[in-house]
């Protein structure tokens, strides 16, 4: 009787409106790099080292979203990754969405909770990660490390196809906390390109070089209690083409600190575009620039300033249950303030090349190059040469199950 | 209104053999002004004057089916009767909310999967287009029709509307890529007994582009 109930049960959950998704990879990598990841407190840029060369399980994602009224959605992602994080399974969004059912032209939507602001082109599939590519652009690696507005977001868009016209206008406008120590990655360390998200409570090692050193942080943390805020504006064409353009500001006071961390004032512009095309072709380009920077210094600004840029050309095609997708991109940070205390100078560029598959409702099979080419004058305080070739070949197979 | 002109070309052709009711029948396909098919359109010949009032609306007795499709309405298009119920199944995995906020049927159906919600009726002609308020970039189109003669052209841009009685009618149009909410009023035909009428019209002005190249996307959210 009871497997009875437990399959009705089941079959009644899977058809209702609240969907259930875990997913797991099991992953062969294998990293050629002298340098060790930023996970074991590395100067290398990817999420798997040449020491973790082999097999691994995982990560997992698990993924709740479902109405709680008939207006409010409520989200709920969380991954373990499998990498020694302070909790091995961990939250990386928990949103409460407010969606009316647009009765005008007009449509409005709010979030509530911890959730990515609209920068990414790329990161579309559920648990905000790429359909494209495993491993994400340098500035959404960065995104997904760094950046997470905890807080409120509302939009609004003007829509198009109830009007006969092509095409939408929107504005979002977003304020948050808990996001002062965002920067801290990009200035230590520099952009990197991996799918790894930083939870709402996980810690990442101090990136000082030195695998294995003490020290941590959290990046999801209010130090100075001000509040952040993000403005953008979202143009959609049909379904052919949406461009994006944000202004984010964490307004953290850089001479503010606690017992473990600055709070660092971070600001960037970020602008995207993807573009469809008739037989199965897309375009994503995006570009982030911006500045972080920390201390106290008279003019306020901080005593060590950091600016930075990226942006990236990705195309990809599909071809029935097979995509091909290749993305090239560029990097840079420059210290502006404070280089003789700690220079932390960064170019690059890289190459990523990915196939992807869909075996089956339940099982995608993923290959994925990558070459990354940098220069990080911080590895020579470890003795390593600036300048580092890292290349990395990933086949993964992913099985998802949505009840 | 914008001005849209169009050019038709009218071939009837008469046959001698009379079927044993008899009835007439359009042929017609559209193209684009560069003559290249226009597909997903909708034509609807709307009966005038003393024949308007021998042709009430018929509603189509079985729901006609709207689903779901890898976040694509399917179809894409389409065309029912004045008072026709249409369902809304959703056959993805991921639960879809469709709504309309159209005048001709203002609905909302609560997020669901699988077959949750009962027939909606549309009572009123005109356009209703359809949205997901999960997944915006779903866009669906129901054109009510205030006449039983209708079709929608396939790939080639071509459609068939068979067992027409004799009368006069309006030939109007509308698809998904016009720029217009309102169908084009193309011309008026009359059709006498059995006969067989092919229509070749050349659809002026820019069109807009085809929705749905992007395809199927594997776990797509956002």
Redesign the interface.
Known sequence: MLWVSTLFTSACWASGPHEFTAQIDLRLTAADSSLSSFRSGGLGLLRYDASQNGAHIGPLLLDYSGPVTDTLRASVTAFATGDADKNPIDLTEAILEWRPVPVSLLRWRARLGAFYPPVSMENRGIGWQSLYTLSSSAINTWIGEEVRAIGAELNLTATGAGSGRSFDIGGVVGVYGWNDPMGVLIQKRGWAIHDRQTALFGRLPDINGIPGADGSYELFREIDHRIGYYGGLEFTYLDRVVARALHYDNRGDPAIHDSQEYAWLSRFNAYGVRIELPGAWTLIAQRLDGDTSVGVSADGRGNHILAYWSDFLLVSKAFGRHRLSARYEQFHTTTERGATRFDSHQDGEALTLAYRMDLSDHWQMTVEGLRVNSTLRHRLRIGELPNAVESSLQLVARYSLTL | MRSVAFTTSLVAVLLLAAPLVPAAELRASLTDRDLVPVSDTVLILSPVGESRSATIPRAASPPVVMDQVNMQFEPAVLVIPQGAKVTFPNSD???H?V?S??PAK?F?L?????V?HAPVDFEQPGLV?L?C??H??M?GYIVVADSPYFGKTNGAGEVQITDLPAGTYTVKAWGPR????EARVLQKITLRGDDKLTLNVKLEGSL??V????????????
Do not use: T
């Not at chain 2, 609560?110 to 699988?114: I, N, P």
């Not at chain 2, 016009?178 to 909410?181: E, H, L, R, S």
């Open positions: 995995s991921v639960a909310q709504y906020f159209s203002r909302a609560g997020l669901y999967r699988g949750r287009v949205g308020n999960i915006d970039f866009i016009f720029k217009d909410k807009l582009p929705r749905g190249v992007a395809g199927k996307m594997k776990g797509l959210r956002y």
